[in-house]
């Protein structure tokens, strides 16, 4: 009873301080930018092509790989991360990474709960800012859902529920913010377009550890967890890409020949790591198969999307290509050293955003300057950037874990583990 | 009477059906299965894991069939199921002591 009588006056106090507080403190130079209709319509309509990409997307993706007692277990964790998050990030994901920086660390707490985010133009933009507040939302709600790759089949659903808020004001915002949000990884320069480091590295290494301390799933390497819908798998493949075009062309933030040249870039390596991951699996297994083709598409897609809006036509082709191989190399790995990551977000999102965002280092020329065009030093910068990313996810996630683990536990039981997700967690069933 | 059991290939059945009415079969059950025989299962391969599938899916056949046509209708059988491949089933064979038919409650060979 004192603690929320406590909680509720603290929340008052933030409340009345924001309200009466100035809420365009944002517009530095004190007016606003005019508003431009095309780029606000585009954005808008990325936003909505980023929903697409996790809803139903990522969790058509996802829900074919699965055994058909967990695929609507798999489909619930995207979808309500989706509703979850969306939601955090309103009240208070937003602000922490967007709002004005404290330290080069973390922004401030100007736009809790949103106030203050209005019509006028985003700083440097001719979109509202709400426009741009929800085009990031949906980059928040994809990042987490992605990561539940990594345990599916058996999370415990209030232990998903508390992962997710956690992870996503506690690692997302940060990170969005050192990088796009005017934070230490912005002042220095690192290039990170649409997410190569944000949305890729951090969902796939917070996946990595997910997958160690949940342990392999119960009879994985003895019984056979083949994918139970695989037409599922391809749909959502489909819709990833589509939505993929929002994601990466719509981070240029406006309808221009930026959000065309990452438009173009997006496609064709998304169409090269098909090919590639194709070609490599024929290579090994002597058989191409439709699951290799789609995976490497995703592959191409994630690894292309820090360097979309900064690279050339070949280079994406480059970039597509030698995703599809080492995404793949990354698979056979995980095969290789046991460790559980069901499907698969370390090798195509946390390796492929890696290399992408060595890539963007290597063959940026659009707008900005890598290796290959006599600026050796943002390769270092890219380097520090998928560094740094890596080694505070893996932390940042391996603590939440242990927090969730203690309040409620990570897995289900292994009796609710070989019933399903589905029955066990929800009491439904998808095919009856 | 005989009851014949048959393990088939599912992209066989159609032919079989065609066959076994043209010899005169009235009627027959049909199943999907899994199973193995000497052939054992296969292999499938998901992003580079392999997984050997035991249980190879069949279609089985079961007809009740008067004694004169056994000759006629295990030759038939035998041809239309037939690829030459390995896991092309089996056909078992056993005596069938009663038939009845439900709707009159005939029995023996008039109710097959």
Same mark, same amino acid.
């Given at each position: 009873m004192k603690h929320s009588t406590f909680s509720f006056m603290w929340l008052l106090v933030v409340i009345l301080s924001v309200c009466c507080g100035p809420a365009t403190v944002w517009a530095q130079d004190g007016t606003p930018g005019a508003i431009d209709t095309g780029d606000t319509a585009w954005i808008l309509v990325s936003?909505?092509?980023?929903?697409?990409?996790?809803?139903?997307?990522?969790?058509?993706?996802?829900?074919?790989?699965?055994?058909?007692?967990?695929?609507?277990?798999?489909?619930?964790?995207?979808?309500?991360?989706?509703?979850?998050?969306?939601?955090?990030?309103?009240?208070?994901?937003?602000?922490?990474?967007?709002?004005?920086?404290?330290?080069?660390?973390?922004?401030?707490?100007?736009?809790?709960?949103?106030?203050?985010?209005?019509?006028d133009a985003y700083p440097g933009t001719g979109i509202p800012h709400l426009a741009f507040m929800v085009f990031q939302l949906m980059f928040a709600a994809i990042t987490v859902a992605l990561i539940t790759g990594s345990f599916a089949e058996r999370m415990k659903f209030t232990a998903l529920?508390?992962?997710?808020?956690?992870?996503?004001?506690?690692?997302?915002?940060?990170?969005?913010?050192?990088?796009?949000?005017?934070?230490?990884?912005?002042?220095?320069?690192?290039?990170?377009?649409?997410?190569?480091?944000?949305?890729?590295?951090?969902?796939?290494?917070?996946?990595l550890v997910c997958a160690l301390m949940l342990g392999q799933r119960k009879g994985y390497g003895v019984e056979s967890m083949v994918p139970h819908n695989l037409p599922m798998t391809v749909m959502g493949t489909g819709l990833l890409w589509f939505g993929w075009f929002g994601f990466n062309a719509g981070s240029a933030l406006g309808a221009n020949g930026g959000a065309a040249s990452a438009?173009?870039?997006?496609?064709?390596?998304?169409?090269?790591?098909?090919?590639?991951?194709?070609?490599?699996?024929?290579?090994? @297994? /002597?058989?191409?198969?439709?699951?290799?083709? *789609? $995976?490497?598409?995703?592959? !191409? #897609?994630?690894?292309? %999307? =820090? +360097?979309?809006?900064?690279?050339?036509?070949?280079?994406?082709?480059l970039i597509g290509l030698v995703a599809g191989v080492v995404c793949y190399a990354a698979v056979v790995l995980k095969i290789r050293l046991g460790y559980d990551d069901s499907?698969?977000?370390?090798?195509?999102?946390?390796?492929?955003?890696? @290399? /992408?965002?060595?890539?963007?280092?290597?063959? *940026? $020329?659009?707008?900005?300057? !890598? #290796?290959?065009?006599? %600026? =050796? +030093?943002?390769?270092?910068?890219?380097?520090?950037?998928?560094?740094?990313?890596?080694?505070?996810?893996?932390?940042?996630?391996?603590?939440?874990?242990?927090?969730?683990?203690?309040?409620?536990?990570?897995?289900?039981?292994?009796?609710?583990?070989?019933?399903?997700?589905?029955?066990?967690?929800?009491?439904?069933?998808?095919?009856? | 009477m005989k009851l014949v059991t048959a393990i088939i290939k599912p992209f066989k059945l159609d032919e079989v059906k065609d066959a076994l009415t043209e010899a005169g079969v009235q009627g027959m059950t049909v199943s999907e299965v899994k199973g193995f025989g000497r052939q054992k299962g296969h292999k499938e391969t998901y992003r580079g894991t392999e997984y050997q599938i035991d249980f190879v899916p069949k279609v089985k056949l079961e007809l009740a069939i008067a004694?004169?046509?056994?000759?006629?209708?295990?030759?038939?059988?035998?041809?239309?199921?037939?690829?030459?491949?390995?896991?092309?089933?089996?056909?078992?064979?056993?005596?069938?002591?009663i038939v009845i038919r439900i709707r009159t409650g005939e029995t023996g060979e008039g109710a097959l």
């Open positions: 936003s909505a092509f980023v929903l697409c990409m996790t809803l139903p997307g990522l969790a058509l993706f996802y829900g074919g790989l699965v055994r058909s007692k967990n695929v609507l277990g798999t489909l619930m964790h995207t979808a309500i991360i989706l509703c979850l998050i969306s939601i955090v990030w309103v009240l208070l994901g937003y602000t922490l990474a967007f709002g004005t920086d404290v330290g080069g660390v973390i922004g401030s707490l100007e736009f809790l709960f949103s106030l203050g985010v209005g019509q529920l508390l992962f997710a808020v956690l992870w996503s004001v506690l690692i997302y915002s940060p990170l969005a913010h050192w990088v796009w949000g005017g934070g230490w990884l912005a002042e220095m320069g690192a290039l990170d377009f649409a997410g190569g480091a944000v949305v890729h590295i951090s969902s796939g290494f917070a996946a438009f173009v870039a997006t496609h064709i390596a998304a169409c090269a790591g098909g090919i590639s991951w194709m070609g490599a699996e024929w290579l090994r @297994t /002597g058989k191409p198969t439709m699951l290799g083709v *789609a $995976s490497g598409i995703i592959a !191409g #897609l994630a690894t292309i %999307t =820090p +360097g979309a809006g900064f690279v050339s036509p070949l280079a994406a082709l499907l698969d977000v370390v090798a195509i999102h946390g390796v492929g955003g890696f @290399t /992408g965002i060595l890539a963007t280092g290597i063959f *940026a $020329s659009v707008g900005a300057q !890598g #290796l290959l065009y006599g %600026t =050796p +030093g943002q390769f270092v910068i890219q380097f520090v950037l998928a560094v740094s990313t890596l080694v505070f996810v893996v932390v940042g996630t391996f603590v939440i874990l242990k927090v969730v683990d203690l309040v409620v536990g990570l897995r289900v039981s292994s009796e609710e583990e070989e019933i399903g997700l589905d029955l066990s967690q929800h009491s439904e069933r998808a095919y009856s | 004694d004169d046509l056994e000759g006629k209708i295990l030759d038939t059988l035998r041809t239309a199921a037939k690829t030459g491949s390995i896991g092309d089933g089996k056909i078992f064979v056993s005596d069938l002591n």
